[in-house]
């Protein structure tokens, strides 16, 4: 039986899962590159950004707060 070390968990994402949690893309471009490809990437990231915040907010609004208020019990 092999023995696992923490060694081998720095290859697999998050805790071995293979997910790595890239969301947007991974182009790196210059905050003073001016060019139409990575202006239309940094906008790009910040929507996908917004977007997952949104996302966050929806499931905690539905899981915490939107149960509490239609409680019948207050």
């Known amino acids: 039986m092999a023995k696992k070390n923490s060694a081998n968990l720095g290859n697999g994402g998050i805790m071995g899962s293979g ?18 490809y990575c202006n239309i990437m940094k906008f790009f990231n910040l929507f996908l950004l917004l977007v997952m915040f949104l996302v966050i907010f929806y499931f905690a609004y539905t899981l915490f707060i939107k149960p509490y208020f239609n409680s019948k019990k207050r």
Do not use: A, E, P, V
């Open 19 to 36: 997910i790595f949690g890239h969301f947007g893309t991974l182009i790196n471009c210059d905050s003073k590159d001016d060019s139409m």
